[in-house]
């Protein structure tokens, strides 16, 4: 049972370099999102999709690009990494609106 | 608006004494709402969820919460803590809108289990 996978784990960029976090489901779930986490402030909405080829922002999203080309896939890309992004990144997936939202591993990022 | 809001952040408790996570909520509609616990380096997990029925909830562990509207308030509890319990707790509330689910997140509460 996959669930939410997150690539990768761990990164380390320097700041000015770019990256792309993949979430796969396997769940076929409609929704998706991605939080970004950091002490003391639970997780904040960046990004969300509430179906294949659809985005839409979150509470923080500048800085921060995603796509959902393909229902499974939601990627969260950045362009030009600074170090206020470092932060523990979680991908969940919720079958629909109103619903318990199944999450990734997460995937801890540091921008040096 | 609507907002969570998790009203300690640490809570210590000695193995085998009641565990109380409190959490007030503010929805303008009638709302969703869940605890989820994380281990250390670990992802999120559902403990229980409150959507609108029985407003004493059970969830996984031993843990459970009571929906409250007239105080909005969806408060945790255990009756005899674990060590095994000893990690970061957040409530999370969910409004329905009929639109997206957004899952507005507390700041959270990390439970300490003594021995």
């Known amino acids: 049972n996959a669930g939410v996978t997150q690539t990768p784990k761990f990164r ?3 700041t000015g370099q770019s990256m792309t976090l993949l979430c796969a489901q396997d769940m076929n779930h409609e929704y998706m999102y991605w939080y970004r986490q950091d002490p003391g402030m639970g997780l904040r909405l960046i990004h969300y999709s509430v179906g294949e080829g659809t985005t839409a922002k979150g509470e923080v999203p500048d800085g ?5 080309l393909k229902k499974q ?11 206020s992004q470092t932060s523990v990144y979680f991908c969940a997936s919720a079958p629909q609106g109103d619903t318990e939202a199944f999450f990734g591993q997460g995937t801890r990022l540091t921008v040096v | 608006a609507q907002s969570v809001t998790q009203l300690d952040s640490h809570v210590s408790v000695s193995e085998g004494t009641p565990v109380l996570l409190r959490c007030n909520y503010s929805s303008s509609y ?3 709402l869940f ?4 281990h250390p380096n670990k992802g999120l997990q559902l403990l229980l969820k409150y959507t609108s029925a029985a407003t ?4 996984i562990n031993g843990f459970e919460a009571e929906f409250k509207k007239s105080e909005t308030s969806f408060h945790l509890t255990k009756p005899s803590a674990h060590m095994s319990d000893a990690a970061e707790y957040f409530c999370v509330v969910s409004p329905f809108s009929g639109g997206y689910n957004k899952l507005i997140f507390g700041a959270g509460t990390r439970l300490a289990v003594h021995p």
């Not at chain 1, 921060?64 to 959902?68: E, L, P, Q």
């Not at chain 2, 605890?35 to 994380?38: D, L, N, S």
Request: charged letters at 15%; a positive charge; hydrophobic letters at 45%.
């Open chain 1, 12 to 14: 380390v960029l320097k």
């Open chain 1, 64 to 68: 921060y690009n995603v796509s959902r």
């Open chain 1, 73 to 83: 896939n939601f990627l969260l890309g950045l362009e030009s990494a600074a170090p």
């Open chain 2, 30 to 32: 009638s709302p969703s």
């Open chain 2, 35 to 38: 605890w989820y616990v994380q």
């Open chain 2, 56 to 59: 004493l909830v059970k969830g």
